[in-house]
């Protein structure tokens, strides 16, 4: 059997992150040698993964940044089993290093994103990877980008909220696109505009405001006009353009826009959270 020295455990440890026992078990099997040393980190991994299909992935983080330029931005979750892990300096480095190949890359859609190279290998099978090395079972679950002339991006702390927020103009002070990101992480719209807002959506509405009017004994002849003027607080309340701005209720986000520049609004937005 070839002598393994620490140094040699040490350096497959930096490059697979894998324990120093896995690590010294690999190459004792691999007889020294390095790439064979990775391969079964690999099927490891694998392995464990497999074990661990059918557990919940419910915890992680989730994930915002733009580029330099902030012309575009991403958006991941990474999902864990626990919490614990949720908050491990290695998993979290993990979905950094993803969302860096997002910015990067600018893959069109989640299974773009998972074939991507990262580290030698491509994005999905590193997942897979560092099932192996944490030993619970991890899920790259969700990637929207947003490609705007001004993208802001916000992560509420603890990793568990995150926004990205598209507007048409930029070079304007800072602090309006935080500001904006930050509303939509702390209210929720559900589009930016009430023409935005889907079709299920507004009959749901619809029905539900009728069905509060006639639980209130109001006529059924009355129960649709009901229903719209309920309708239109909900496009106040629900819509980013038409809410109140929350530094400030004497305005919506619409007018605080166009004070800072007219002719400024929002093209779109991502808010992604995990169970708060």
């Not at 733009?66 to 958006?75: E, I, K, Q, S, Y």
């Amino acid at each position: 059997m070839a002598a393994i020295s620490a140094a040699d455990v040490a350096k497959l440890r930096r490059v697979t992150l894998a324990g120093m026992m896995d690590c010294k078990k690999a190459l004792e099997e691999s007889g020294g040698d390095f790439d064979k040393a990775i391969a079964i980190i690999r099927k490891k991994g694998q392995a464990v993964a497999s074990k661990r299909a059918d557990k919940e992935a419910t915890e992680g983080v989730v994930l915002a940044k733009v580029t330099t330029d902030n012309r575009l931005g991403a958006l991941i979750v990474l999902n864990s089993e626990t919490d614990f892990v949720a908050k491990n300096a290695e998993f979290i480095s993990l979905a950094t290093k993803i969302l860096d190949v997002a910015l990067a890359g600018n893959p069109a859609d989640l299974e773009g994103l998972k074939s991507l190279s990262m580290d030698g290998g491509k994005v999905g099978d590193k997942v897979v990877e560092y099932v192996g090395i944490i030993g619970e079972k991890l899920e790259l679950s969700y990637y929207e980008k947003i490609e705007a002339a001004h993208v802001q991006a916000y992560i509420h702390p603890g990793n568990r909220l995150a926004t990205l927020v598209g507007f048409t103009k930029a070079g304007l002070d800072t602090q309006i696109y935080k500001d904006v990101a930050m509303q939509v992480a702390a209210m929720s719209p559900v589009a930016v505009d009430k023409d935005d807002v889907p079709p299920a959506i507004i009959a749901q509405e619809i029905e539900i405001g009728k069905e509060q009017a006639r639980r209130d004994g109001k006529p059924e002849n009355m129960l649709e006009k009901i229903a719209q003027g309920k309708l239109g607080k909900f496009f106040r309340e629900s819509t980013l353009l038409n809410q109140d701005f929350v530094k400030d209720n004497k305005m919506t986000i619409k007018q605080y826009l166009e004070s800072a520049d007219k002719g400024l609004t929002i093209s779109a937005f991502r808010r992604v959270t995990l169970n708060l």
